[in-house]
């Protein structure tokens, strides 16, 4: 079964560094999305992303954050300068056109920032 | 602002009980998600529905929709270990955003 496909699984940076999260999607998936959850915490939206453009963003995503499509594969999500409270698990999701009720989410990337 | 209530937040409950876990929204949605989450994993998808008065099973779950009450239930029949896990409500808005519930968290003793 296909599946979105995220790397690394687990990051440990240091605070004030930048790390960049990928994101592998099933290949006719045109939308994405990510969302992170604190540990223990609720899942929470942060951006969608269609067409080489982001379609919505929370209050999360500051300037800190950004997305982009590099390859024409991979979809990132890339964090400035690290901060104690980025510490949390990012999912990336992703979906067809059609198919507007179901987003896949892949494994998950556990980002710790010491 | 679209939010969505969970509750209860912890539960746990005997193998073989009945129990029913609610979720309520605060703004019209054309889509309200079941998710499942055990500890450390993504999130698996259980149900989605779309419409007043929807009601999906599947095996010992069972997902309904009540769209004037802004209320999605997510009943749980003779619950077995295998469904100790954490079980999150999700609702979209119309611009394809999903805002999660807190999720509840269920523990299944044998």
């Known amino acids: 079964e296909p599946e979105v496909t995220q790397t690394p699984s687990h990051q440990v940076t240091q605070m004030g560094q930048e790390v960049i999260l990928r994101c592998v999607p099933i290949?006719?998936?045109?939308?994405f999305y990510w969302y992170r959850q604190i540990l223990g915490q609720k899942v929470e939206f942060l951006v969608s992303f269609y067409n080489n453009e982001i379609s919505e963003k929370s209050e999360i995503f500051d300037d800190q954050f950004s997305v982009e499509r590099p390859d024409g594969s991979n979809f990132t999500l890339k964090i400035r300068s690290t901060k104690l409270e980025d510490s949390a698990m990012y999912f990336c999701?992703?979906?067809?056109?059609?198919?507007?009720?179901?987003?896949?989410f892949g494994a998950g990337t556990r980002l710790s920032v010491l | 602002e679209l939010k969505v209530e969970q509750n209860p937040l912890f539960l746990s409950m005997q193998e073989g009980k009945n129990y029913t876990i609610y979720c309520n929204y605060s703004t019209t949605s054309d889509r309200l998600y079941w998710y499942r989450q055990d500890p450390g994993k993504s999130l698996e998808s259980l149900f989605v529905l779309l419409s007043n008065g929807a009601v999906k099973q599947e095996g010992r779950l069972m997902a309904s929709l009540d769209t004037k009450a802004r209320l999605s239930t997510l009943h749980i029949t003779a619950a077995v270990h295998d469904l100790s896990a954490t079980y999150f409500c999700a609702v979209a808005n119309r611009d394809d955003k999903i805002i999660f519930g807190k999720g509840t968290r269920l523990h299944i003793l044998p």
């Open positions: 999701a992703t979906r067809t056109a059609l198919a507007k009720n179901i987003q896949y």
């Open positions: 290949s006719n998936h045109l939308y």
